[in-house]
C-alpha cells in the first residue's frame, strides 16, 4: 500500500505526566485511523516529567524547550507539512513557550489547527500583552475544542466557522457483573480519581465526607491520583485533623488492571472539580457504570446528564451540596445502579476510542483537503 501523500506534524503532550491532554495525545498518536490516512510525524511538547513541575521553570525544562525548538526546525527545513496540529496550553509558560513555537509556524506560513485541552483565555486576556499574544496565535487559525460550552474561553479571538467540537474518547473496557452489584457487608464506595490538586476539590470531598460520617454512615472514600499543588502528606493530615483515618485512604497512582479494579470496586465516582474541561476520568467511570457526582464546570454538562447518569452541583465548594448528592446513592442504590447503567450507555453511543478518532480524522481531512 502506498504511503498517505498528506502529511501533518503533530506537536502534542504525550505522558509522562499522566493527565487528560497527555492520554489524548498518546491515543492519537497511536491511532491506525489517523497514520493510515495521514503521514504524521509527532513532537512531544511536554518538558515537566511531574504533575507538580507544571508551570514552574528550570534549567531542565529550558534545556527541553531548547531541543524541542530545534527538532521542529528540523522538521520544517525537511519537509514542510499540510497542517499541524497543535495541543495548545492556553494560560501561564507553557503558553508563552507555545507562543515561540507557534513564530516558528508562522515564519515557514504552516497552516495551524489547535486542539484545546484547557482554557483560560478569558481570563489571561486582561493582560495586554497576553491579548496580543493570542492575537498573534488565533490569526487565520482553526481550533478544536472538546464541548461547544468551551466556545465562549476562545470566542473573542476565533469566528464559530473556524471551530470545531470534538469530545474525547477512551480505550473500550467492560465491566466484569460480579462488580456491577453492592456486595452485601461492604461499606459504601466513593472515588475521587484524579490528580492532587485543590481546583480539583480534594478539600471539598473530605469536607462532605465529614458531613457524612457525623450524620453516622458507613462508609470508605478512596483518593487516586498523582501529588499536585496537594502533596500526600498534605492530604493524610487533613484527613487525620478531620477525624477520618479509618474511612479516607490516599492509594496514590493506579494504572491497568490495578486502576480497572478501583473503579469496580467502588459505588459512586466524585470530581467536585471548579477548573475542569472534560476530564476523562467521568468518562471512565461512565464506562465502569458508575454514577458521576461533579460539577457543571466547562464542559462536563455535556458528559453528566443530571439525575440521569449522576448528578450536577454547583463548583463553588458547596461541601454540603455534595454530600446531599453522595447521601441520596446511598440510600438509594437501586438509582445509583440505574444511573450507572444509563451512563454505560452514553458513554457506547458517544465517547467510544472509535468515535473519537473517526470525528478527529474527519475534521483533519476537512482542514488538509481545504
Known amino acids: 500500500m502506498s504511503k498517505p501523500c498528506k502529511n501533518i506534524l503533530f506537536m502534542l503532550h504525550l505522558p509522562p505526566p499522566v493527565h487528560g491532554s497527555s492520554l489524548v495525545g498518546e491515543l492519537v498518536k497511536e491511532s491506525n485511523i489517523i497514520n493510515d490516512s495521514f503521514e504524521g510525524r509527532y513532537i512531544n511538547l511536554i518538558l515537566s516529567r511531574e504533575v507538580h513541575e507544571s508551570g514552574k521553570t528550570n534549567v531542565k525544562k529550558l534545556f527541553r524547550f531548547t531541543i524541542t525548538w530545534f527538532n521542529l526546525l528540523g522538521n520544517l527545513i525537511h519537509r514542510k507539512p ?7 496550553t492556553t494560560t501561564g509558560s507553557g503558553f508563552r ?3 515561540l513555537l507557534v513564530a516558528l509556524l ?3 506560513r504552516v497552516k495551524i489547527v489547535y486542539h484545546l485541552h484547557n482554557k483560560g483565555v478569558l481570563i489571561a486576556k486582561k493582560k495586554k500583552i497576553n491579548d496580543l499574544l ?3 496565535v488565533f ?3 482553526s481550533v478544536i475544542i472538546l464541548s461547544k460550552h468551551l466556545y465562549y474561553d476562545i470566542e473573542p479571538y476565533v469566528s464559530k466557522n473556524r471551530v470545531y467540537n470534538c469530545p474525547n474518547g477512551i480505550k473500550d473496557y467492560l465491566p466484569k457483573t460480579s462488580f456491577l452489584n453492592p456486595q452485601l457487608n461492604e461499606s459504601f464506595r466513593i472515588l475521587f480519581f484524579s490528580n492532587l490538586m ?3 476539590g480534594v478539600f471539598v470531598l473530605i469536607e462532605a465526607c465529614t458531613i457524612l460520617n457525623n450524620k453516622g454512615y458507613t462508609f470508605e472514600c478512596d483518593f487516586v491520583g498523582g501529588e499536585g499543588d496537594i502533596s500526600a502528606k498534605q492530604l493524610t493530615e487533613f484527613i487525620e485533623n478531620k477525624g477520618l483515618d479509618k474511612q479516607v485512604k490516599y492509594l496514590g497512582k493506579r494504572f491497568g488492571k490495578l486502576k480497572d479494579m478501583t473503579f469496580e470496586h467502588a459505588d459512586v465516582f466524585v470530581l467536585p472539580s471548579r477548573c475542569d474541561c472534560f476530564p476523562l476520568t467521568i468518562i471512565e467511570a461512565m464506562q465502569h457504570c458508575l454514577p458521576v457526582i461533579t460539577t457543571t464546570e466547562g464542559g462536563i454538562p455535556d458528559m453528566v446528564e443530571d439525575g440521569k447518569t449522576g448528578f450536577l452541583i454547583s463548583p463553588y465548594d458547596d461541601a454540603m451540596a455534595l454530600a446531599n448528592k453522595i447521601e ?9 445502579e440505574g444511573m450507572g447503567i444509563n451512563g454505560r450507555k452514553k458513554y457506547e453511543h458517544q ?5 473519537f478518532e473517526q470525528r478527529l480524522h474527519n475534521i483533519l481531512s476537512e482542514l488538509i483537503n481545504n
Open 82 to 88: 499540510n497542517l499541524c496540529y497543535y495541543a495548545l
Open 97 to 99: 513557550k507555545d507562543v
Open 106 to 108: 508562522r515564519l515557514f
Open 134 to 136: 493570542y492575537r498573534f
Open 139 to 141: 490569526k487565520n487559525s
Open 198 to 200: 485543590r481546583e480539583k
Open 328 to 336: 441520596y446513592f446511598i440510600v438509594n442504590p437501586s438509582q445509583r
Open 351 to 355: 465517547y467510544t476510542l472509535p468515535i
